[in-house]
């Protein structure tokens, strides 16, 4: 994979909140270790745990902030995996 590929993917899976850093997943390690196929493999998976996650928390409390927080990982895991992706058709 191209470094500026790697790079925009982990900054869909990185958030910075008042000065820290939080990485939903460490990407940058992952492909050290693992073919881009597997990664993005546990990719799907992860964006379908937090898919359940997020039945469960709809059901329990709607307004709880965890949805919100949810929804946003969801969302930059799938534009992550999209951004790999894209790199096998260009």
Request: aromatic share 6%; no cysteine.
């Amino acid at each position: 994979m191209r470094e500026q590929t790697l790079k925009e993917a982990q900054d869909y899976l990185t958030i910075v909140d008042r000065g820290k850093v939080k990485r939903i997943l460490d990407i940058e390690t992952l492909v050290k270790r693992h073919e881009k196929e597997m990664i993005l493999s546990f990719m799907e998976g992860l964006l379908k745990e937090k898919g359940k996650a997020l039945k469960g928390l709809v059901v329990k409390d709607k307004t709880a902030y965890r949805v919100n927080e949810t929804i946003g990982a969801m969302f930059r895991i799938y534009m992550a995996m999209k951004t790999l992706e894209r790199e096998e058709t260009t």
